[in-house]
């Protein structure tokens, strides 16, 4: 059957960071689709898709996030199973009927994040997870029919609706990433803030946050087990 197909959706505007970290955690062959410059997938023929972080809101008014959520929209109704990542969890939360909002604050460095209850992606990850954070977004409400399986004192950090998984923090992230996108912050919190999220950033809680990133193997499990169905089926 070979390596999954994937579709990566890469919402960052400095997408260089964004494009290493997810194809050095995502075992597959991975296709990159910079949207801010206007690439999308011309077809659904893909095993799967991952949409990432963002500086954008899904709800800003730009040509290019409507073009996304319409081909996302309709990739989800092809069957297409979907990760959604930081940006890419709110946008799937917005295509699929659910509501995004500014939270008028940041959540940003290693947090606690609490599963609640089992679910597919995050299994073999402790209850009670550390996560590398940053947004200012949230989703206000899940999908219609959605199951929210993590969340913690800033919202929803995890939902999935039929073949969509999405998660708030960011498993794909290193501690260079987690570092630079801390700096570039300069301009939104104030520096000792900063500071103080630059001093947590070391071996000890990177390593713990290390356990989320399962998460793209238990993805791509899921992608090859749909796969398989469609085989079954034709």
């Known amino acids: 059957m070979g390596s999954p197909r994937l579709a990566l959706l890469n919402a960052a505007h400095a997408a260089a960071d964004t494009r290493r970290n997810f194809q050095r955690e995502l075992d597959a062959d991975v296709v990159e689709f910079h949207c801010p410059s206007g690439e999308l997938p011309e077809t659904f023929r893909y095993d799967g898709f991952v949409v990432t972080g963002s500086r954008a809101s899904v709800y800003w008014d730009r040509e290019w996030i409507g073009r996304l959520k319409e081909w996302v929209g309709d990739a989800l109704e092809a069957g297409l199973p979907a990760l959604g990542v930081c940006y890419g969890h709110q ?10 909002e500014s939270m008028g604050e940041y959540e940003i460095g290693y947090r606690a994040v609490e599963q609640d209850g089992e679910n597919r992606l995050l299994e073999g990850v402790r209850e009670d997870m550390t996560v590398f954070t940053t947004h200012s977004d949230h989703v206000q409400e899940a999908p219609p029919g959605a199951t929210v399986f993590a969340k913690n004192e800033y919202g929803i950090h995890g939902f999935r609706k039929d073949r969509a998984f999405a998660v708030q923090f960011h498993p794909e992230y290193d501690m260079e990433t987690a570092e630079s996108v801390t700096r570039g912050k300069d301009e939104e919190l104030p520096a000792e803030r900063i500071e103080a999220v630059i001093d947590s950033i070391n071996a ?5 946050a290390c356990e989320a990133k399962v998460l793209f193997d238990n993805f791509l499990e899921y992608v090859e087990e749909v796969q398989l169905e469609r085989i079954g089926a034709d």
């Open 91 to 100: 946008l799937l939360a917005d295509v699929l009927g659910g509501s995004v």
């Open 204 to 208: 000890d809680t990177y390593e713990a």
